[in-house]
């Protein structure tokens, strides 16, 4: 079982800023990144990086979060700025083997338990 472990969630005022980071085993995933949902809402892709470097961002965080990757330590980052209370969700880590565009709908091999972002107007 891959066991990856997200830190880094909490409660902030919008226009705050918040950074989430996940350890995951050292095995040599190609692509890492971060999915988060809202109580009753779907499941929404937040931002991708494969091990090449190559980023995707949903639209909705473009310009405000960056995610970031060791691939040494195995560890993912995801620096968030400018927060928004529509951001208020749960983040979950994810990877796969895969390359990042070839995974549907966030639908990683491997997830963590999440860590719980609130941004408050």
Do not use: H
């Amino acid at each position: 079982q891959v066991q990856l472990v997200e830190s880094g969630g909490g409660s902030v005022q919008a226009g705050g800023s918040l950074r989430l980071s996940c350890e995951a085993p050292a095995f040599a995933y190609y692509c890492m990144g971060w999915f988060r949902q809202a109580p009753g809402q779907e499941r929404e892709g937040v931002a991708t990086i494969d091990r090449d470097g190559t980023t995707m961002y949903v639209d909705s965080v473009k310009g405000r979060f960056t995610v970031t990757r060791d691939n040494a330590k195995s560890t993912l980052y995801l620096q968030m700025t400018s927060l928004k209370p529509e951001d208020t969700a749960m983040y979950y880590c994810a990877t796969d083997f895969r390359r990042c565009s070839r995974i549907p709908n966030s639908r990683f091999r491997y997830s963590g338990q999440g860590t719980q972002v609130t941004v408050s107007s």
